[in-house]
T-cell receptor, first 111, second 113 residues
Framework: DVKVTQSSRYLVKRTGEKVFLECVQDMDHENMFWYRQDPGLGLRLIYFSYDVKMKEKGDIPEGYSVSREKKERFSLILESASTNQTSMYLC??????????FGQGTRLTVV | AQSVTQLGSHVSVSEGALVLLRCNYSSSVPPYLFWYVQYPNQGLQLLLKYTSAATLVKGINGFEAEFKKSETSFHLTKPSAHMSDAAEYFCAVSDYKGGKLIFGQGTELSVKP
């Protein structure tokens, strides 16, 4: 069974903390994505990566960075968490000719 | 640039009634279109996809969608709603099958007994 695994289901962090959200896929997919989900806004793309050590900005990259040192792992980093980054974060992966597979999501609360 | 509009943030139907969730897209290239379902506190699960083959696409759980190029639409239907269909549904577009997805705002489906 194919899997995209996000390291945490729920996280509570303080304003100003550096936060790491981890995502691992076991399908040898080339492409990985981080989305943010907010009510009424759907899913918005933060960053994506088409290869190891490669990254591209999505629609809302401000306040975030990413790291992809290995093909199977894609990390989202909040350099200094703020309350407006409280949200659900979803990781996804695709091969060049496959649909997207999603992780279970991480619900982050910044207090 | 690609975009997706889902008409209606909330749709409520009775059990056994027709389900119709609307999706319109904008794309400068032939689109790949997807419907995903999200149950509470879960990730997204693929319901069905259009990838330039048949315009009527059948998916899981009895859902289907029809690609209409002239109307730039990809509406999701199910003939008879079940209580277990209550969830949030997202329409998405991509310019190729493994590419980044652009999502609509989502439609929350409620099913009344």
């Amino acid at each position: 069974d194919v899997k995209v695994t996000q390291s945490s289901r729920y996280l509570v962090k303080r304003t100003g903390e550096k936060v790491f959200l981890e995502c691992v896929q076991d399908m040898d997919h080339e492409n990985m994505f981080w989305y943010r989900q907010d009510p009424g806004l759907g899913l918005r793309l933060i960053y994506f990566s088409y290869d190891v050590k490669m990254k591209e900005k999505g629609d809302i990259p401000e306040g975030y960075s990413v790291s992809r040192e290995k093909k199977e792992r894609f990390s989202l980093i909040l350099e200094s968490a703020s309350t407006n980054q409280t949200s659900m974060y979803l990781c996804a992966s695709t091969g060049w000719n496959t649909e997207a597979f999603f992780g279970q999501g991480t619900r982050l609360t910044v207090v | 640039a690609q975009s997706v509009t889902q008409l209606g943030s909330h749709v409520s139907v009775s059990e056994g009634a027709l389900v119709l969730l609307r999706c319109n897209y904008s794309s400068s290239v032939p689109p790949y279109l997807f419907w995903y379902v999200q149950y509470p506190n879960q990730g997204l699960q693929l319901l069905l996809k259009y990838t330039s083959a048949a315009t009527l696409v059948k998916g899981i759980n009895g859902f289907e969608a029809e690609f209409k190029k002239s109307e730039t639409s990809f509406h999701l239907t199910k003939p008879s709603a079940h209580m277990s269909d209550a969830a949030e549904y997202f329409c998405a577009v991509s310019d190729y099958k493994g590419g980044k997805l652009i999502f609509g705002q989502g439609t929350e489906l409620s099913v009344k007994p």
